[in-house]
């Protein structure tokens, strides 16, 4: 599971959309299975790449773009 480790809690990184959730090596799941096991956590909501590309496609191929840039060593594109 993904849990972003602050001060004395963990936060687990749901899309917006969908629910999924956001595990350690980045793939997206379905989010009943990590509420049962870990009813306690505290939630932030981001969006996963399958809603960023049906809800906006321009900021999908923007993200894309980027996160190819960077895998390749070059700087980086501004996105606004």
Same mark, same amino acid.
């Given at each position: #599971?993904?849990?972003?480790?602050?001060?004395?809690?963990?936060?687990?990184?749901?899309? %917006?959309?969908?629910?999924?959730?956001? %595990?350690?090596?980045?793939?997206?799941? !379905?989010?009943? @299975?990590?509420?049962?096991? @870990? /009813?306690?956590?505290?939630?932030? !909501?981001?969006?996963? /790449?399958?809603?960023?590309?049906?809800? @906006?496609? @321009?900021?999908?191929?923007?993200? #894309?773009?980027?996160?190819?840039?960077?895998?390749? &060593?070059?700087?980086?594109?501004? #996105? &606004?």
């Amino acid at each position: #599971m993904y849990k972003k480790k602050t001060s004395k809690e963990e936060i687990l990184t749901v899309c %917006a959309n969908c629910q999924k959730v956001r %595990a350690d090596d980045g793939v997206w799941l !379905h989010d009943s @299975y990590f509420l049962q096991k @870990y /009813p306690s956590v505290k939630v932030t !909501h981001s969006i996963c /790449p399958k809603c960023l590309k049906q809800l @906006y496609p @321009y900021l999908y191929e923007a993200t #894309m773009e980027r996160t190819a840039s960077e895998k390749q &060593g070059k700087k980086p594109i501004p #996105m &606004g």
